[in-house]
């Protein structure tokens, strides 16, 4: 099963990335992370992409392509893959589109968190993330160190959690992302929509009951 995790910044689409991969039994792949990895260490991508991501902006479509490219063909990925992140833009979606079709797999779903901007706001001020593993977690929540098993990595607070760079990230989704959902209506995909408010393991519930609707 091929699944597109589709809603604003700060929906909550890295929290339910691994709790539906684990339910549903495939891996993730959340771009976000594979370059907040590559900036830490320095990597041509990683130089590539910072000063986008800390402003706010999206990074090249062809780095994002690049990097499905090279994930998605890998054995572990073969029986299916949750994508938290992409795709943000329609060239995103026409390469990913191109992409399954030579893989002989297609997206299956496109599952959109819903949320108001204002949720969005309070939720992305108070974030904080593992350095190590990337767990978002609320700030107050127990968990510094990390609580993930094995993990014990320092919470930290992204750069582009400030209020100027949340405002830009919001204005980027409205101009750029929001139109991925009509260009994947045109081609008939299914879109599922949650409600992104309430209780995690609640928009887990609703976002399987959406998938299996
Ligand atoms: P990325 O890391 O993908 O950031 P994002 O899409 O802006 O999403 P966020 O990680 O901010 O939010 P989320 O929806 O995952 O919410 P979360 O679960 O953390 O991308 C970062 C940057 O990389 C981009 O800006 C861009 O520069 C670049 N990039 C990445 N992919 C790209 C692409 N495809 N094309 C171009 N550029 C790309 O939750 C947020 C907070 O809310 C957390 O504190 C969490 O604990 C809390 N929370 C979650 N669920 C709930 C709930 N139900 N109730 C209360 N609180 C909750």
Redesign the pocket.
């Known amino acids: 099963m091929n699944i597109v995790?589709f809603?604003?910044?700060?929906?909550?689409?890295?929290?339910?990335?691994p709790l539906l991969a684990e339910q549903l039994g495939v891996p993730t792949l959340?771009?976000?992370?594979?370059?907040?990895a590559a900036v830490r260490e320095g990597t041509p991508l990683g130089l590539q992409?910072k000063a986008?991501?800390?402003?706010?902006?999206?990074?090249?479509?062809e780095?994002?392509l690049g990097?499905m490219k090279e994930t998605l063909a890998k054995p572990a990925y073969s029986r299916g893959v949750i994508l938290?992140?992409?795709?943000?833009?329609v060239p995103?979606a026409e390469g990913l589109d191109r992409l399954m079709r030579e893989l002989g797999r297609r997206v299956d779903a496109v599952l959109c968190?819903d949320i108001d901007n204002e949720?969005?706001v309070q939720?992305?001020s108070?974030?904080?993330?593992c350095d190590k593993c990337?767990t978002?977690?609320?700030?107050g929540?127990p968990g510094d160190p990390c609580g993930k098993p094995g993990c014990e990595g320092r919470l930290m607070r992204?750069k582009?959690?400030e209020p100027e760079?949340i405002r830009r990230?919001l204005h980027?989704?409205e101009e750029q992302t929001a139109p991925v959902l009509d260009w994947y209506r045109s081609k008939g995909t299914r879109i599922a929509m949650v409600d992104?408010?309430?209780?995690?393991n609640?928009?887990t519930q609703r976002a399987r009951a959406a998938l299996e609707g």
């Open positions: 995790l809603g604003k910044p700060g929906a909550g689409k890295g929290t339910q990335a959340a771009t976000g992370d594979v370059l907040r992409a986008a991501m800390e402003r706010g902006d999206l990074v090249p479509d780095v994002i990097i938290d992140g992409v795709v943000r833009t995103q968190f949720e969005i939720r992305l108070g974030r904080l993330v990337q978002p977690y609320s700030e929540q992204r582009d959690d760079a990230r980027v989704y992104a408010v309430g209780e995690v609640a928009v």
